[in-house]
């Protein structure tokens, strides 16, 4: 059974810092490439950061330059580092793997950040 874990959420003040984590189980993250989505109120879920099984990294234009996606095969956790938030990061994060199980989403963290 595939099950992802999401932890880290929480409220900060803009310029503050939040790493996410992403707890595996079921699947092996150093095959499958791994995700962070988001969601606010009201809108659609945007890709984030994205690490595939080769290591190559997406960051969506909006985080470029401040979150890191990475990820501990030997942990099986997936990481999202947030640098320099901004309110209007301020979501709930889900945690998505695709590969030959197909695609999986965690329940989600939320993140507030305030002004």
């Known amino acids: 059974q595939v099950q992802l874990v999401e932890s880290g959420g929480g409220l900060v003040q803009a310029g503050g810092s939040l790493r996410l984590s992403c707890a595996a189980s079921?699947?092996?993250?150093?095959?499958?490439?791994m995700g962070w989505y988001r969601q606010a109120p009201g809108k659609q879920r945007e890709l984030v950061a994205q690490?595939?099984?080769?290591?190559?990294?997406y960051y969506a234009d909006s985080v470029k330059g401040r979150f890191t996606i990475s990820r501990d095969n030997a942990k099986t956790t997936v990481y999202l580092r947030m640098n320099d938030l901004k309110p209007e990061d301020t979501s709930v994060y889900y945690c998505?793997?695709?590969?030959?199980?197909?695609?999986?989403w965690g329940r989600g963290t939320q993140v507030t950040v305030s002004a």
């Open positions: 998505h793997t695709l590969g030959l199980l197909g695609g999986y």
């Open positions: 079921g699947i092996s993250i150093s095959i499958n490439t």
């Open positions: 690490i595939t099984s080769a290591g190559s990294t």
